[in-house]
Nanobody, 123 residues
Framework: VDFVESGGGLVQSGGSLRLSCKASTNIFDVYAMGWYRQDPGDPGKQREL??????????NYAESVEGRFTISRDNAKNTVYLQMDTLKSEDTAKYYC???????????????WGQGTQVTVSS
């Protein structure tokens, strides 16, 4: 499965952005999907899962974005979204999506990574 992320940009602190991720095949009926982020300026930091949505529509969020980010999906369009509100400078990162598998303990990414979309929040 290939992913194309879009919607990133430069925004002031407190602003909003909506990211989109289109998958090359219809997988949303089967797999959970997630949004990850990684700060290119801190290569030692691992890619962080910030939001997930399973095939039943149940969502989970990292504590750092809970209440500010909303993940959703449109199965007919093979697209998953991430609405980001009340953005903070620490949200600055490149954002990626991926299908998720669950090993009984945690989610982990299944497919190859796309190019991602850069989000930069100015303070």
């Amino acid at each position: 499965v290939d992913f194309v992320e879009s919607g990133g940009g430069l925004v002031q602190s407190g602003g909003s952005l909506r990211l989109s991720c289109k998958a090359s095949t219809n997988i949303f009926d089967v797999y959970a999907m997630g949004w990850y982020r990684q700060d290119p300026g801190d290569p030692g930091k691992q890619r962080e899962l910030v939001a997930s949505i399973d095939s039943g529509g149940h969502t989970n969020y990292a504590e750092s974005v809970e209440g500010r980010f909303t993940i959703s999906r449109d199965n007919a369009k093979n697209t998953v979204y991430l609405q980001m509100d009340t953005l903070k400078s620490e949200d600055t990162a490149k954002y990626y999506c991926n299908t998720l598998a669950n090993n009984g303990i945690t989610y982990y990414p299944l497919d190859s990574w796309g190019q991602g979309t850069q989000v930069t929040v100015s303070s």
